[in-house]
Every structure is written in structure tokens, then in C-alpha cells.
């Protein structure tokens, strides 16, 4: 919504400056033409500034304090930060967050595309398993993470482990071997957050010029190529976008781990959000718990920058 | 596909901002003041009692009902109204948010573990015990677990329990067992209700112990510590104001290993019990995956309400091999915060929430809920109030004998039983070596507690 701001209020600098030495009621005009944005704004920016600018500030503020809510902060500098890079818990977190994130974002990126190349169309049966396909995304992920549980049910008689059990596999115990809880949970990210992708690259295919098509069809380039050179750079926007919204999404990851394992079985699943939960709402450490959200913060504005820079590179 | 704004660093930042919003309670100003030392206690002169006191509780939708029917009784009886304030989701960080904002509520009735950690934030007041009328009728167990370190008395206990094991009758009889009462009639009966088929369905879809293995809320080693006591060992030694681990003892490694072996050797313990909360752990009792579960009485109504109920019985937790009878004992504290100007009125709150009539309308008044589970209260009779269920009797026996608090003076307790949690769950999951854990687990206390 924040990015609105900055959007709405770009276009009335390229106002273009007509002569050299504005009259002094044209530059009137253009003063007020330059703050109505910013007064249409103002609700919405004031209240942004209170319940989200405010409490993330003072978020980072408090990252300096052992915060001691009746007896009085105690400014303790660089301490909580010191702590976190030395903290190996919270370094096996930030490793997991980061697999985590690889993994789930770049899984559902690519059954994102694929599903979108499979089923992009104007048809009805196309809508209808559209829609189907994009329920995940719809299902509250509480209750996602609650019937995936039921699902990964770690005795031969649990509902995936009895399919496998078909093939003569199993029984796995996911969920709860160590070895292979990162992944079950992956897995499940990649299940809700796929059709979510799907629908944006829908939206990015719809858009290509489909007479860039025709012409390869007509200069003979098969399937491979057609994808290769002309889809795939026409949705390199799209791609970023979902890349950006997926690192985001992949580095505060929270809700389905803390449901499905607290980040359990032997820590293997612990993410850098349940490990701060841990710390803030558990065991009331809020100095830390800021401290360590404070970095998360910024880590995850300079990987968006450099995804955005990256972008910004190719497409100049 | 050209346009784009041109700052998209800016934009790309306040979005992130914005949606990574830890909105950290706490703070105020760095006021630092001492309000620790406070130990007036308030005259309890009944003409001075005044309201309205402002209560918080630990509890919602029905252990609610129960409390508000208690609290309406206390307006009727004093004429003092009471403002509730109730919620089970971060109970703790809101009453960090109050004190920062210096406008604490003039009670907190809380779990008895909180004792510490409350005591070391500063907010709650301590005072002489002689001066809660009816005080000498409370027992010396319950007494003890509002007992900071340094000996003084921070709260009125409300309400006590102490786990018990629940054992599944019908598959007792079926298989021609007994309810376990050691250690390896445990593990034996244990393994029957893994192997034999106790339920008689033909399949081996039945296990022989419950247990809520998770980190989370310190499940597991909070699970563990019965075993724990009853082998001899201690998390800490409590000597004056020193504490000191001894969390690597032999008692402890002894207690730690037969735990982690009905996972790793005897295999009888539930699927994904290491990463079950009590939720999940009630659940798989309830429905008849588990034979055996060492929990509170608390889940005697929950459970008397599900498939299970008259098919179980409750007995003391067996005994370890040197004959030791531990039970894990918990509670309900009524913590009076510090600042409040309505103290008399406190006092005569917490003098009316111990009372023989209070604690049977805690007990009984509501069904659904109990939120006295055991009477602190010598004068009030369990099985009686419970129309002559003597599981509750059996309950109050093994409190009373063999109750055993966690140490919840010591102020880092929490994070203490967090790490606890976190070396069960971790060697247990990879079967590793308990006393090496433990040894670790110990130089961390000693970090914890320096």
C-alpha cells in the first residue's frame, strides 16, 4: 500500500515544465498539483505511521535495551545484536529460513509456471480447474497446516503414508523425523504457495503479444523455442515479482511450522520468526526478540533491493 | 512491460516495513525504580474495602464462566465490583505491555509456575502470610509454591494438582494386566498395549504412552519431570539465594534414559510425539490410540466426555526402582500487583477465593470447567464435593504425599524449562547420548542462571 504512495506521487514530477520561467501562477498551480496526491494521501499515510512506521521503529529502538517492562529499560548498546551473531540457535534458524526459503520459493515457481502454461485459456474446463487449483491459496493456513498434519500421520495406517504403502514404500515420519521434517514442511508451502504463482504468470502470459508467436511459428521454432525466447524474457517482470514476493514470504515464514512442529522435531525446523517468538512472546525477552527481528529486517530489504537492482539491470 | 516507478528501492523497503511489522510490548521509559522492596500489607479492615478491583485472569469462554461465577459472589457478599479482564493467548505479554504502561491490574490470577518470572519483573508485591485471614487453613504444599527465594510469600495459591496416570481399563482386561505401579510394570504394560492388539480391531494401530513431546510451552521435559523427582534428582539446588544445577546428577541421567528408551528401545510411544502439544497428546488418549497418558486430573471431566470415559482409571504414577513416589504438582496463584490502590479490597478477594465455599463453587459450580482442580483449602474434601468420585481423592492423596513444584522461585525458570525441552526433544529424537545432554544442559543453566 506504501508503494502506492511513492507511485501516486512520481507521475506529477513528470508534469513536463513547459517554458523556462513559469509564471508565478503556473507555479502556483504546479505546487498544488504536486501536494493534492499527498493530501489524498494523508489518512491513510497517518495511520500507516502509527500502527506500522511507529511500532517498527520503536521495534528497532528497543533492540539497544534489555527491556525490563516495570523496572525500566537498561540501555545495554550493541548487546542484543552481539548475542544474536553468536547465538548458535538462532544461526541454525537463519540456515533453515534460508533453505526453507530457496527451496519453497523456487519449487513454487517453477509448478507455478508450469501449472500456468498448463492451464491458461479462456475455456471453461480450463477456468473451472483454475479455480480448483488455486483453493490452496484460498484455505486458511491454519487449517491447511492442521489437515496436512492428519495427512503426514507418521504410522502406516496415516492417509499418505497407506498411498506410499501401495508402491512399497514407507512408513515415513516426516513430520516428526528430523531428517525429514524441513522437507515435509517445504512441501507443504510449495502446495499452498504454487497456485498463487500460477495465477500471476496466467496474468503475464495473458499479456504476451501473441503475433510474437505467430511469427516464430511461421519462421518454424518448435515448442522449446518459443518458450525459451519469447516467453520466458516477456515474463521476466512477472518472474521478478513472484521472486520478490517469495523472498518476503520465504523469510518470515511462520505460521505453518509453528502449527505443524514449533519448529521441532530437534530444532530442524525451527525458522528465524518461531525462534523470535520463542525468545519475544515465550520467554519475554523483547530487547533480543527486537534485535533480532531488527536484522531480519534489514536483511530481507537488501535482498529485495538486490533482486530489484538485478531486474532494474536487465531490463535497461 | 517498461513502466516502472522510478524509486522502486524506497517503495520495495516501506513495503517490507510495513509488513514486518514484532510489535514489541514493553518499554516505558527508563525510569528505574524499586518497587520489589514494597512489603506493606494492607489493613484488611472490612469498612475500608473499596472497589472496583480490577482482575486479570488466565482463562476463557468456559473456565471464564466459572471464574465470573465466583467473582459474583464476591460483589454480592462485599458490595466491591470487579472488572475482568480474561484471555489465554499471550496472557504474559500483555501484562508486560500494562506494566510498561505503568497501569497494572490490581490482581493477576495466573499459573503458579509464573511465580519467579513475575517476582523478578517487579510487579507483584509481596506480603506477611499471617495477615490472609484463613490463611492457616491452606496447606503447608500449597503454601510453599508462592515461597519466593529469599523465603517471602508473593501470592495466595487458589487452586493445586498433581499428575496422575490415566490407564486404559478395558484394554487392562483384555490383555489380563494390572495397572502399573513401578517403573517396569510400566514398560511392560506399555509394550502390551503397543503389540497385543489390546482393543481387539486386528490392527497394530495402538500405542502404550502418551506423551506431549514438543518444545513447545516446555512440554516434553515438563512431561519428564515426575520421573525426575522420583528417581532423586533435582533441576536445581535452592540454598538461601544460591541456586545451583545439578541437572547432570546420575538421578537425572538414570530418570532421562529410561525416558528416552520408551522412545528409542521400547518404542511405545505414540506417532509424533515429538512434535505433540498436550492438544494433540489429550486427543490420541481420547481417542484411543494410546493406552496410558501421565497427566492432570483436569482431564478426568474432558475425558469422562469422550469415547474413552468409564473405560480408564487414574492411579498414583508407578514407582521409579528405588521406590521413589514424585508427582509433578502445578497451580493457580491469585498474585497481587504492585501500585494497586485498592489493596484491602485485594486482600479480601483473595481471603474470599480460599474460603470452603469459594473452592466448592470452583470445583463443582461449573462442570464444564474446574478451575479449582484440588482444594488448597485442608477443610474441603474432594471426593466429597465431587459427589463421592474417588479419582479425585486418589488425586489429592498423591498431591498431598508426593506433589513436587517445578522451581518456579527461580526467576529464569521459564527459559530454563525451555531448555530442557529443547535437549529432550533433540537427543530423543536422534536417540543420542542423554548424559552427555544432560552435561551440557547443565553448563547452559549455569550460563542461564549467571
Known sequence: ???????????????????????????????KQGLTPWLFLLPALAIFAIFKFWPVLYGMWLSFFEVRPYLGNLWIGLGNFERAVTDPALGSAALHTLIDA??????????????????????????LIRTAAFLPVVAALVVVAQLWDVIMYPSSYGMLNSFLGFFGMGPNEFLSDPDQALASVILIQVWKHAPYDMVIFIAGLAGIDRQLYEAADIDGANRWQRLRFITIPALRPVITIVLMLGIIRGLRVFTEVFVLTNGGPAGATEMIVTYLYKTGIELGDFGYASAISTMLLLVTIVATSVTNWIRGRKED | MKPRHRRPWIGAAVVIASALTLSACGGGDDVSTDPGDDTSTAATDAAEVSGPLEVWVRAAN????????????FT??????????????????KLSAAAAARDLPDIVINDASQLGNLQSQ???????????????????????????IDGQTY?????????????????????????????DEFVNVAKAFTTQDPDGDGQANTYGVAIPGSTQRGYISWNWSTYLWQAGGEYVEIDGDTVTPVIDSDEAIEAATWFQNLFCTENVVQPGALNATTLETNEAFQTGVVGMYLTGPYNIPTSDGTAVGGHYTVVA???????????????????????????AAADAFAEFMITPEAQEIGMVGNPKASIVRLPVNTTVDSTTVRDGDERWGIAQEVYESDGHYEPIAVPQWQEMRQAASDTFNKTISSCGDMSAALAELNQQYEQILS
Do not use: C
Open chain 1, 102 to 127: 530457496a527451496a519453497a520459493v523456487g519449487l513454487s515457481m517453477l509448478f507455478g509456471f508450469l501449472l500456468a502454461l498448463l492451464l491458461e485459456g479462456p475455456a471453461l474446463h480450463l477456468r
Open chain 2, 122 to 148: 517487579g510487579i507483584i508485591r509481596s506480603f506477611d502470610q499471617s495477615s490472609i485471614e484463613g490463611g492457616d487453613d491452606l496447606s503447608d504444599a500449597a503454601w510453599s509454591s508462592v515461597e519466593s
Open chain 1, 1 to 31: 500500500m506504501s508503494a502506492t504512495a511513492t507511485r501516486a506521487a512520481t507521475p506529477s514530477r513528470a508534469v513536463p515544465a513547459g517554458g523556462s520561467r513559469p509564471s508565478p501562477g503556473r507555479r502556483r498551480r504546479r505546487i
Open chain 2, 76 to 93: 454480592e457478599e462485599t458490595g466491591v465490583e470487579i472488572e475482568v479482564f480474561a484471555t489465554l493467548t499471550d496472557f504474559e505479554t
Open chain 2, 62 to 73: 468456559d473456565s471464564l464462566v466459572s471464574y465470573e461465577m465466583l467473582f459474583e459472589k
Open chain 2, 155 to 183: 501470592g495466595v495459591p487458589f487452586s493445586a494438582q498433581a499428575n496422575l496416570l490415566f490407564v486404559r481399563t478395558d484394554w487392562l482386561d483384555n490383555l489380563g494386566l494390572q495397572a502399573p505401579t513401578t517403573w
Open chain 2, 317 to 343: 504414577p508407578p514407582k521409579a526402582p528405588n521406590g521413589g513416589t514424585s508427582t509433578m504438582a502445578e497451580g493457580t496463584t491469585i498474585y497481587f500487583m504492585v501500585d494497586s490502590e485498592v489493596e
